[in-house]
């Protein structure tokens, strides 16, 4: 399952107007990323969890990642055009 949710997901990384490919070793296209510190309640771990032991993402951190992607295509990115 994870490798259909990477190969369908990376599309969309590759297409965010704010994300700048760094160089890899490896020839894949690969980002920078920073550490942030998130305080998240009990119930929402347990449900990220639920979703990494149920294999709909790789980890905490992809699940996130994804959360926070869809939430700006709609709120930051997709509002560029109605300001």
């Not at 294999?55 to 709120?75: F, G, Q, T």
């Amino acid at each position: 399952m994870f490798e259909s949710y990477l190969k369908t997901n990376i599309q969309q990384y590759k297409q965010l107007p704010s994300l700048q490919p760094c160089d890899s070793t490896s020839g894949r296209r690969e980002y920078k990323t920073r550490l942030i510190t998130l305080h998240l309640p009990e119930p929402y771990i347990k449900a990220l969890d639920k979703l990494v032991d149920d294999k709909y993402y790789p980890n905490r951190a992809e699940a996130i990642r994804v959360a926070i992607r869809d939430l700006l295509n709609v709120e930051a990115w997709g509002r560029r055009g109605n300001a």
